[in-house]
């Protein structure tokens, strides 16, 4: 089992920035891949970011690439989200998740954190 606790959400201002933490207990950190996701009401919640095992591999939503950028920490048994120049359609609840390297979904998630990005 993995344990996923975020933080560092909260509100900002549209072209502001902030940064989400996600800190994992559990099994080994090092041999999970890493993900952010995003959901807001009555919508599906959607892919943002996800890094490898390593940190040597990232993925980016379109609607984020330029703008996010995930990272990871295998020594604090962390990953972060940096988000920049932020718009009001970033607001959101923003989980962590974690799969194995060899699973195709995410098995493990956190139990959210508010970002709200005022215009």
């Known amino acids: 089992q993995v344990q996923l606790v975020e933080s560092g959400g909260g509100l900002v201002q549209a072209g502001g920035s902030l940064r989400l933490s996600c800190a994992a207990s559990?099994?080994?950190?090092?041999?999970?891949?890493m993900g952010w996701f995003r959901q807001v009401p009555e919508k599906e919640r959607e892919f943002v970011a996800s890094?490898?095992?390593?940190?040597?591999?990232?993925y980016y939503a379109d609607s984020v690439k330029g703008r996010f950028t995930i990272s990871r920490d295998n020594a604090k048994n962390t990953v972060y989200l940096e988000m920049n120049s932020l718009k009001p359609e970033d607001t959101a609840v923003y989980f962590c998740?974690?799969?194995?390297?060899?699973?195709?979904?995410?098995?493990?998630w956190g139990q959210g954190t508010q970002v709200t990005v005022s215009s």
């Open positions: 890094i490898s095992w390593n940190g040597g591999t990232a």
């Open positions: 998740a974690a799969r194995s390297t060899r699973a195709t979904t995410f098995d493990y």
């Open positions: 559990g099994r080994t950190f090092s041999s999970y891949v």
